[in-house]
């Protein structure tokens, strides 16, 4: 008996994810997925007791993973930079980053379709802001390596919370890019080590190296004005 019923959660969880894949949450339909499972919508409500308790049963395990994975990372990462010393600091933050992001990578391939549903397919869920919540760990990420270098007397130039959250956004987003258009692997991979670089090299720049954000001092900006045209 417990086995015919672990059978029939799985051949419910199955059928829910082709239908959500293909619908979404808001479209999907509970006797659709009954009916492919070979049931009735009351015996699915035996199991889940909600439509979005039965997504969230999808994807909620494969979250929990991506936080275990993100926090080991994160803690790998503050043990190495302990033993660093400043004239390291920037090749192994960028090691360190390459690292990190290519072991979520592989993650997300493998449970890509899981990725889907939280990215693409959750409008109407408790998940369909999970974008910010994906910057929101990168921010904690980020202040905890601010930490780290505050206590070792070098960082120079931090970032305010506004100017930290900007940046982490546009660090995470080539993750929701590449869960949009869905890139093989391989572009996935030469993607990520080129924005990795890229946000590791302005990191160290900004905030280890100290150097001016002021854009007046740095560039010199002018503008051409079409003639006639007013002052702006």
């Not at 479209?27 to 439509?51: C, D, E, H, N, P």
């Not at 994807?59 to 004239?87: C, G, H, W």
Request: charged share 30%.
């Amino acid at each position: 008996m417990a086995r015919d019923k672990l059978l029939s959660k799985n051949l419910i969880l199955k059928n829910a994810k082709i239908e959500f894949l293909d619908k979404g949450f808001e479209k999907a339909s509970m006797r659709t997925i009954a009916r492919q499972s070979g049931l009735t919508v009351g015996a699915i409500y035996r199991y889940f007791k909600s439509k979005e308790d039965l997504f969230e049963a999808l994807v909620q395990p494969t979250l929990d993973e991506l936080m275990k994975i993100f926090m080991r990372e994160l803690d790998d990462a503050s043990n190495k930079q302990k033993y660093t010393n400043i004239q390291e600091g920037y090749d192994m933050g960028l090691i360190e980053s390459h690292t990190g992001i290519l072991c979520f990578l592989d993650y997300l391939y493998d449970n890509f379709d899981d990725f889907t549903l939280l990215f693409k397919r959750s409008q109407g869920t408790k998940f369909e802001n999970i974008q910010d919540f994906f910057v929101d760990m990168e921010v904690k990420g980020s202040k905890m390596y601010i930490a780290e270098m505050e206590a070792r007397g070098i960082m120079k130039n931090p970032f305010t919370e506004t100017e930290l959250h900007i940046f982490c956004t546009m660090s995470i987003t080539p993750i929701f890019e590449i869960i949009d258009h869905r890139y093989d692997y391989e572009e996935a991979v030469r993607i990520l080590k080129l924005m990795s670089y890229g946000q590791s090299w302005a990191w160290n720049k900004i905030c280890l190296l100290g150097d001016s954000r002021d854009l007046g001092t740095s560039c010199d900006l002018k503008i051409e004005k079409e003639p006639g045209s007013s002052e702006i």
